[in-house]
């Protein structure tokens, strides 16, 4: 099942993947549903609320995500910003197990992915994702393994100043084909 606020239920419709809205990850609408659905494992990809404990206890291998950097580097909301605020980014996407805080789990899986110079942040979190699809898929198929909480560095939203830094050494959060993507992404939805 896939419980997001924002689902693509024209693209899950044809595999037979139930769309459920909820607007809160933890709340009574989600735990109806994942009582409903009686999952194994949830599995979480990029998402933007952090699951409770309680929350994971409804699934009886609690879940993992897949987030699009190396962790323990860029915990947190947008790593694609903090990998491209480094001297020499370095990018890749990596397979947690989802814990009560955020992307602090244990890592199941990872791989560097290389990206060509002066690619956005945006256009680097969608290379990322696509690329983390066979990491996924793996940990998937062996749900019960790395179940222990490791606490891991955090990467908050990004302040005003590494903006501006990043903005002087000519690395782009996102440009005009970015938008045009994404504009495309949300009529389609």
Partial sequence: MNYGLRPA???????????????DVNGPAMAAAIDTARPDLLVSFHFDQIFRAETLALAPWGGINLHPALLPRHRGPVPTIWALAEPEPCFGVTIHRLAARIDAGAILAQREVPLPPGITASAAARALHLAGVPLLVEAIARPKSG??????PYCPFPPPDLLRHLARQGRRLADAADLRRALRLTRRA
Avoid: D, K, T
């Fill in 147 to 152: 179940r222990e909480v490791v606490p891991l």
């Fill in 9 to 23: 239920p024209g693209r899950l419709a044809g595999h037979g993947i139930p769309v459920v809205e909820v607007a």
